[in-house]
């Protein structure tokens, strides 16, 4: 056979095999993750960070994961910021760029795709560097549900929408607290059960916060303080997570009434925090990497995305991660931390038990419910979370996912490599 000839029998045996395309990339083309770095978190209206802006917290994410890979500021070309609840947070990522001592010629933008906004931004970074547009990029994620609320919207809609003989339509302005019941109901998620992932995910946050689990995945953040009429007198430097309950037991989450409707089952008490907090994430590829002596925390292995009906976003997860392994030809088996958010506990048990993960694999340091859900931040944030762990016990792999609201899952799959 000609030369020609036997490269394209390669080509197409490699097409019959099916080989992941992550397989097939050369390594140096590998998007990897320099570091990752998030503020605390804070309880929204109550925590620390209650009158501190959004972009004093975002500011100290960016400013964390340039100091801790030893680079200037000037080397990232691009960076992509998730937030959700913030009008025009795009003027406010500017000047967070500024606070952190950026120069005016790196450029960014913002991203929102819900719940998983933060993990949105890593992965458009992620495209960024796998197309060349950039070298080094931040995908980072904000929230400060202090200054914003859910439901604090003048946002309209066509009427059409809502005309359209489509339940998936009709559906899609449903209350996330009402998506919970709803994933409940039709799937057995039983309220004992909702209240032990609540217990478990505050046992697990206490004995990683005690343990000093949290160290290397927090930028101590200089918090706003106020005096008796509000007006600012000065800050003070945050070290630790503030919604961790120490001590929750199923007998205080028993006595607690259903929130979102009459005889149902999901409480203030099993479902995520509102919170503060935001998260920053440093990429390059690993020949860049190499080429800058840089550190390498982690390789992105793929990632995917999936709809689902708006009535039951919270199954988001269990259809995205399978997508997401499959693209890197793994099992639910090969994986040794899932970090799935536990926006409420009916949704994450029911995305668990249907993959059958084993619990034990399953945000192994608390999730959402414990640590709370700053909205934007969050991906980014498990991102962090889930490289230092897999980091401290010597390497391995792990799966990043969410639910989203109006009706989609995201996940994505990182290795941390032996150490």
């Given amino acids: 056979l000609s030369l020609a000839r036997m490269e394209r029998a390669r080509h197409v045996l490699g097409h019959l095999t099916q080989q992941p395309a992550a397989a097939r990339v050369d390594p140096d083309d590998d998007i990897v993750i320099v570091t990752a770095l998030r503020t605390p978190i804070g309880r929204a209206r109550r925590g620390a960070f209650a009158k501190t802006p959004a972009d004093e917290l975002l500011s100290a994410a960016l400013k964390g994961v340039v100091d801790a890979a030893g680079i200037s500021p000037s080397v990232v070309d691009d960076v992509c910021v998730g937030n959700v609840l913030a009008e025009n947070f795009a003027v406010n990522a500017r000047g967070s760029q500024f606070l952190a001592g950026f120069p005016a010629d790196v450029s960014v933008t913002t991203v929102n795709r819900q719940c998983s906004s933060g993990l949105q931004a890593v992965i458009?970074?992620?495209g960024e560097l796998q197309s060349g547009m950039i070298d080094v990029g931040i995908g980072a994620g904000v929230e400060s549900m202090s200054s914003k609320g859910m439901g604090q919207t003048s946002q309209t809609f066509s009427e059409k929408i809502f005309d359209l003989d489509d339940e998936n339509a009709a559906n899609l302005l449903t209350p996330m607290g009402m998506t919970s019941e709803n994933v409940a109901d039709k799937y057995g998620v039983s309220r004992a059960m909702q209240d032990?992932?609540?217990v478990s995910s505050h046992a697990k946050a206490t004995k990683a916060r005690a343990t000093g689990r949290f160290r290397d995945e927090i930028v101590p953040t200089a918090a706003v303080q106020v005096d008796e009429d509000g007006d600012a007198i000065g800050t003070k430097m945050i070290y630790d997570d503030d919604g961790i309950r120490e001590g929750t037991t199923l007998e205080t989450l028993a006595k607690l009434k259903p929130a979102f409707k009459k005889g149902g089952t999901t409480t203030a008490g099993n479902s995520s925090q509102v919170s503060d907090g935001a998260a920053a994430v440093l990429l390059t590829k690993r020949s860049t990497a190499k080429r800058m002596g840089l550190p390498i925390l982690a390789t992105l292995r793929s990632s995917a995305v999936a709809g689902v009906p708006p009535a039951v976003m919270g199954i988001g997860p269990a259809v995205a991660i399978p997508k997401a392994l499959q693209k890197a030809g793994l099992t639910v088996d090969d994986i040794d931390i899932y970090e799935i958010?536990?926006?409420?506990?009916?949704?994450?048990?029911?995305c668990v038990n249907t993959l059958k993960i084993p619990m034990e694999k399953v945000n192994p340091n608390g999730g959402a419910i414990a640590l709370g859900h700053p909205l934007?931040?969050?991906?980014?944030?498990?991102?962090?979370?889930?490289?230092?762990?897999?980091?401290r016990r010597g390497g391995g792999r792990g799966?990043?996912?969410?639910?989203?609201?109006?009706?989609?899952?995201l996940a994505a799959v990182f290795e941390v490599p032996p150490q």
Avoid at 376 to 387: K, S
Avoid at 399 to 409: A, E, K, N, R
């Fill in 124 to 126: 458009n970074i992620a």
């Fill in 399 to 409: 799966v990043v996912s969410m639910c989203i609201g109006t009706g989609m899952g």
């Fill in 376 to 391: 934007g931040c969050t991906g980014a944030r498990q991102i962090a979370t889930l490289c230092h762990e897999l980091k």
């Fill in 196 to 198: 032990q992932l609540a």
């Fill in 341 to 350: 958010n536990e926006a409420f506990a009916s949704q994450a048990t029911m």
